[in-house]
C-alpha cells in the first residue's frame, strides 16, 4: 500500500456496550486523510458514542482505532487517555453541548488550547515565573496563532470577551477555533451546526472545505443538520441503532433504501423528513 | 427566615402591606410558644405565665421590619436598575477603570500594610491584630489557588497549616533547625501533603471532594491528638523558638548581643512583634506575586480552565492529574509556610489551633472576597478577622453579628467582595490599540 491509500484512522470491529445496551455494534470505518467524512445517523444511533470512544473518553468493549501519524508512526488510540490522544494523536473533538472555558476570554480559551506546547516552554514554570525569553518568544508565538485563527473566523473583536458571555453561534464557532488551536490532524465535530442560523451554516461550509482542502485537516463530522452533510462531506458513515447501515458518497447514501427507512420509518413516508434527507 | 427572602419585582404599597402582614402572622404563630408563653418559679413549682405585651412587641417590630425592607429592597433594586442601563451606555471603557481602580486599591492598602507599625509603634494590640489579618490573607491566597483558581472545594486546607506548623515545631525543638532552615523543608512537606491528599481525590468533584477534604482535616487533627510520642498530643509543643533578626534575638539586654543592644536601641518587646508582622507581610506579599505569576502562565491558566471545565481540557490535551496535583500542592505548600510563621509567633502550638472551624473561616475569606480574587482575600480577612474584634463589646451577640455580616455580604454580592475577574492577557490593550 502506497501511503496516499493508507487511511488515516482506521476502525476497525469498534463494539461499545453499556450493561445489556448495545451502543455500537462491529462498527469498522476508514477516514481519509484531507477529507470530511460524515457520521449520520437518527437520535440515539451511537454517533457522539463514537465519538467518545475515539478520543478516550469511553474504553470500547472490543475492536481498534488505528490512527497513521505522518510523523509518529501507527497508534492506538483506545489504548491513550483522553488528553493522549490530543496530544500526541492530534485527535480533537469538539461537543454536542458546547464545552467553552465560559468566565475566560475568548483569547484564553485559545491560549489554554496550547498548553502543552507552553507548559514545556515555561519549564514546569521556572521560566514562566522568571520571565525568560524563551518562554516569553513561545507564549508570543501561541498569541499570534489564536489571533490568527480568531481573525480567520472573523472572532477577533470578541477576543478580550468571556466566551459565555457571547451568542450561541459564536461559541460553536470559538469552539472549533480552540480545536484548531491543538494542531489538528483529525478534528471530530459534534453537530457543529447546531442551533446555528441558515447564514452561520453556509459559513460553516466554506470553512470545513477550506480546513479540509488548505489546511490538510481531516474532519470528522456528526450533523443532523444535510444541508452542511451533504454538501462538505466527500463520504458519508450512516448509523442506526450502533451499526452501519450504510456507507459512502452523499449521493449513494441519499439512495440507499435502509437509510431511507432509518429514517423515514418502513412504511408511511413523512414528506418533510424526506426533504431533510433529500434537499 | 421570610424576612431574608427578598422580592423579585418591584411591589405597589398594598402589596407590602400584605406581605408585612403575612411575615406578621408567621412572627404571631412562632411567638405565642416562644415568646408569649413563659414558664416562672413559684414557690418550686413550674407555672405557666403570658407575656402578651412582649408578644405583641415582636409583631409589630416583624412587620415594621419587612415593611422597611421591602421598600428598602424597591428602592435599591430601581437604583440598580438606573445604574446597570447607566453602565450599558458606557459599556465599552468600564473594564479597563475598574481594573485600574483595582491596581490603586492595592497599592494604598500596602502602603497602609507598610506604615502601619510604624504609625502604631507602641501599640500591641493593633500590630498583634494586623499581623492575624495578614496569616489569614497568607492562608486565603495559599487556599485561593485550590479554590479560587483550580475550583477543588477544599474544607480541610488547616490540615497543611497544621502540616507546617508541625513541621517547624518539630525541627526546631528536637534538631535545633532555625526559622530560614525549616521553612523550606516544611513547605515541601505540607506539599507532600498536598499531594497525598490530591491523589485519591482525583476523581471527585464538588460536594465529593468537599467530604474527603474535610475527613482529611480531621484525620490530621486527630493524628496530631493521638500521637503523643510525636506530636505531644493534646498538650502540643511547646518552647518553639521565635525567629530571630539574622541570628540577633529580641530579647532583654544580657551577654549575648541582641537586635536591641546591636543597632543600640532601647529593648521593647514591642520590636519583635514588629519584626513578626514584617516577617508575615513579607511572606504575604511573596505568596501573591507568586500566585499572580502562575495564574499568568500555563499552569495557571489550566487550573483556571479545569474549573469552567474538566472535560474540555482533557479534550484539549491538557493531563488533568498534572494539573489538579500542582494546584494541591501549591496550595498546600503555601498554607504550610504560613503554619511554619504561626507557629514561630505563638511559640506553642497544639492541635486546637487546627479544627475544622479555622478550614471554614479561610474557605469563607475565599469566597466572601470573591473566587480568585486576591484583592478580595484582603478585604474579606480584613472583615472576618476585624468583625469579631470589633464585636467583642457585643459580647454574646458577637457570633450573631459575624454571622449577619456574612449573609448580608452574600446578598449584596453573591459572586464575592470583589467578582470581577481580569484576564490574564488581553489583545485589544485598555485603552486602544494593540
Request: hydrophobic residues 40%; proline residues 14%.
Given at each position: 500500500m502506497t501511503p496516499a491509500t493508507t487511511p488515516l484512522l482506521s476502525v476497525e470491529r469498534l463494539t461499545m456496550r453499556f450493561g445489556g445496551l448495545l451502543?455500537?455494534?462491529?462498527l469498522s470505518l476508514d477516514v481519509g486523510a484531507r477529507r470530511i467524512t460524515g457520521v449520520i445517523g437518527p437520535n440515539g444511533a451511537g454517533k457522539t458514542t463514537f465519538f467518545n470512544c475515539l478520543t478516550g473518553f469511553y474504553k470500547p468493549t472490543t475492536g481498534s482505532v488505528r490512527l497513521n501519524h505522518?510523523?509518529?508512526?501507527?497508534?492506538?488510540?483506545?489504548?491513550?487517555?483522553s488528553h493522549e490522544v490530543a496530544r500526541?494523536?492530534?485527535?480533537v473533538r469538539t461537543f454536542q453541548n458546547i464545552r467553552l472555558?465560559?468566565?475566560?476570554t475568548v483569547l484564553e480559551n485559545l491560549i489554554v488550547a496550547q498548553h502543552n506546547m507552553l507548559q514545556s516552554a515555561s519549564r514546569f514554570s521556572l521560566a514562566g515565573l522568571l520571565g525568560l525569553p524563551g518562554y516569553r518568544r513561545a507564549e508570543q508565538a501561541a498569541i499570534d496563532k489564536a489571533v490568527g485563527w480568531l481573525t480567520r473566523l472573523h472572532l477577533i473583536d470578541k477576543?478580550?470577551?468571556?466566551?459565555?458571555?457571547?451568542?450561541y453561534g459564536m461559541q460553536r464557532r470559538i469552539e472549533i477555533a480552540r480545536a484548531l488551536c491543538v494542531d489538528p490532524l483529525l478534528l471530530c465535530l459534534d453537530?457543529?451546526?447546531?442551533?446555528?442560523?441558515p447564514r452561520e451554516s453556509a459559513e460553516l461550509n466554506v470553512l470545513l472545505k477550506h480546513l479540509a482542502a488548505d489546511e490538510g485537516i481531516a474532519i470528522l463530522l456528526i450533523e443532523h443538520d444535510m444541508s452542511v452533510v451533504m454538501n462538505v462531506s466527500d463520504h458519508i458513515c450512516v448509523l442506526n441503532y450502533g451499526r452501519k447501515i450504510a456507507e459512502g458518497s452523499p449521493a449513494e447514501v441519499q439512495r440507499d433504501p435502509n437509510v431511507i427507512k432509518a429514517y423515514l420509518g418502513e412504511e408511511d413516508a413523512d414528506e418533510e423528513l424526506a426533504t431533510e434527507v433529500r434537499p | 427566615m421570610s424576612a431574608l427572602v427578598v422580592a423579585r419585582q418591584p411591589t405597589s404599597p398594598a402589596e407590602r402591606l400584605k406581605d408585612a402582614a403575612a411575615s406578621a402572622l408567621i412572627a404571631l404563630l412562632l411567638g405565642i410558644?416562644?415568646?408569649g408563653l413563659t414558664t416562672v418559679d413559684q414557690g418550686g413549682a413550674l407555672r405557666v405565665a403570658t407575656r402578651w405585651p412582649a408578644l405583641l412587641a415582636f409583631v409589630a417590630v416583624c412587620f415594621a421590619g419587612r415593611l422597611l425592607l421591602r421598600y428598602a429592597s424597591d428602592v435599591l433594586r430601581a437604583r440598580r436598575l438606573a445604574r446597570e442601563t447607566a453602565a450599558e451606555a458606557t459599556a465599552g471603557a468600564r473594564p479597563a477603570a475598574g481594573g485600574a481602580l483595582l491596581t490603586g486599591i492595592g497599592w494604598a492598602a500596602l502602603a497602609v500594610a507598610l506604615l502601619l507599625p510604624i504609625a502604631f509603634s507602641d501599640n500591641r494590640y493593633v500590630v498583634d491584630t494586623a499581623t492575624t489579618v495578614l496569616i489569614y490573607v497568607m492562608l486565603g491566597w495559599g487556599l485561593n489557588v485550590v479554590?479560587?483558581?483550580?475550583?477543588l472545594l477544599d474544607l480541610g486546607y488547616v490540615a497543611f497549616y497544621a502540616v507546617g506548623a508541625y513541621t517547624y515545631g518539630l525541627l526546631s525543638t528536637q534538631?535545633?533547625?532555625g526559622f530560614w532552615q525549616a521553612l523550606p523543608v516544611a513547605g515541601a512537606m505540607a506539599a507532600a501533603f498536598g499531594i497525598i491528599l490530591g491523589w485519591p481525590t482525583l476523581r471527585l468533584r464538588g460536594d465529593y471532594l468537599a467530604i474527603v477534604t474535610l475527613g482529611f482535616g480531621e484525620i490530621i487533627r486527630v493524628i496530631l491528638v493521638n500521637w503523643t510520642e510525636l506530636s505531644?498530643?493534646?498538650n502540643g509543643i511547646t518552647s518553639i523558638p521565635r525567629p530571630s533578626f539574622f541570628g540577633l534575638?529580641?530579647?532583654?539586654?544580657?551577654d549575648a548581643p541582641t537586635f536591641a543592644s546591636f543597632f543600640g536601641l532601647e529593648y521593647s518587646p514591642n520590636q519583635r512583634l514588629i519584626f513578626l508582622y514584617y516577617l508575615i507581610l513579607g511572606l504575604a506579599l511573596l505568596t501573591n506575586v507568586f500566585v499572580s505569576r502562575m495564574r499568568r502562565l500555563p499552569v495557571g491558566r489550566a487550573w483556571e480552565a479545569m474549573r469552567e471545565d474538566e472535560i474540555a481540557c482533557k479534550a484539549m490535551g491538557i493531563n488533568a492529574r498534572n494539573v489538579k496535583l500542582s494546584a494541591f500542592a501549591l496550595g498546600a505548600m503555601l498554607g504550610g509556610f504560613a503554619g511554619v510563621f504561626f507557629a514561630a509567633r505563638q511559640g506553642f502550638i497544639s492541635?486546637?489551633?487546627?479544627?475544622?472551624n479555622e478550614s471554614a473561616i479561610i474557605l469563607a475569606i475565599v469566597v466572601l472576597g470573591g473566587m480568585g480574587s486576591q484583592l478580595g482575600v484582603v478585604l474579606a480577612s480584613l472583615v472576618l478577622v476585624l468583625l469579631p474584634e470589633l464585636g467583642r463589646d457585643f459580647a454574646e451577640y458577637r457570633m450573631l453579628l459575624f454571622g449577619a455580616a456574612m449573609i448580608l455580604i452574600m446578598i449584596w454580592k453573591p459572586g464575592g467582595i470583589l467578582a470581577h475577574r481580569e484576564p490574564t492577557?488581553?489583545?485589544?490593550r485598555p485603552g486602544g490599540g494593540r
Open positions: 451502543a455500537i455494534d462491529d505522518p510523523q509518529r508512526g501507527s497508534m492506538r488510540l483506545e489504548q491513550l487517555a500526541k494523536a492530534q485527535v472555558f465560559p468566565q475566560m477576543a478580550d470577551t468571556a466566551a459565555g458571555a457571547l451568542p453537530e457543529p451546526a447546531a442551533g446555528l442560523n | 410558644p416562644m415568646i479554590v479560587g483558581l483550580a475550583g534538631l535545633g533547625w505531644g498530643g493534646p534575638p529580641f530579647k532583654p539586654p544580657g492541635p486546637e489551633s487546627f479544627t475544622f492577557l488581553r489583545h485589544h
